[in-house]
């Protein structure tokens, strides 16, 4: 599969993705654990089935010292020993976050309260911020076909401000 539109070559979708770098340069210098971005930053490309967001963030985790146990066992992370509390509730909060149109409640009381149980104030709007941004990134990679294999840690380092 060949990707429809090069995003990355358009003026007015570097535009975008420049702002859009910017936004992500927020949670990224937030308080959260730069290791709990990518986890939750991975496990919604892989609910979106983005292989773009996927090849990212997992070369992005390993690039800062992510083990290959925690990143091969993301998809599978209620059934694996290998996250702390404070990490699973991210990916909680990422699962239900993620799949809004699957469940009439969207993000359930007892994952808030796990999370609100390990993240600060500033942490949860990150958290909170990052699912959501993680989300409209799978999106435009996965409308356009934005093939994953070729991304290499740092490449968009530029594109903030």
């Not at 910017?22 to 930053?41: D, F, M, R």
């Not at 009381?109 to 990052?130: C, E, G, M, P």
């Amino acid at each position: 599969m060949e990707a429809r539109f090069n995003m990355f070559g358009n003026d007015l979708a570097a535009t975008f993705f420049t702002r859009f770098a910017n936004a992500a340069l927020v949670i990224h210098q937030s308080p959260l654990p730069k290791s709990t971005q990518e986890l939750v930053s991975l496990r919604a490309s892989q609910i979106n089935g983005c292989g773009w967001c996927i090849d990212m963030h997992t070369k992005e985790a390993a690039a800062a010292g992510e083990t290959a146990v925690r990143l091969n066992l993301v998809a599978a992370w209620r059934e694996s020993t290998v996250f702390t509390e404070a990490e699973q509730a991210a990916l909680a909060l990422a699962e239900e976050g993620t799949r809004l149109a699957d469940a009439h409640h969207g993000v359930s009381d007892q994952t808030w309260a796990q999370v609100r149980k390990h993240y600060d104030d500033d942490q949860i709007a990150a958290l909170v911020s990052l699912v959501a941004l993680i989300n409209a990134a799978n999106r435009l990679a996965v409308i356009v076909h934005q093939q994953g294999g070729s991304y290499q840690p740092g490449m968009f380092a530029s594109w903030s401000s």
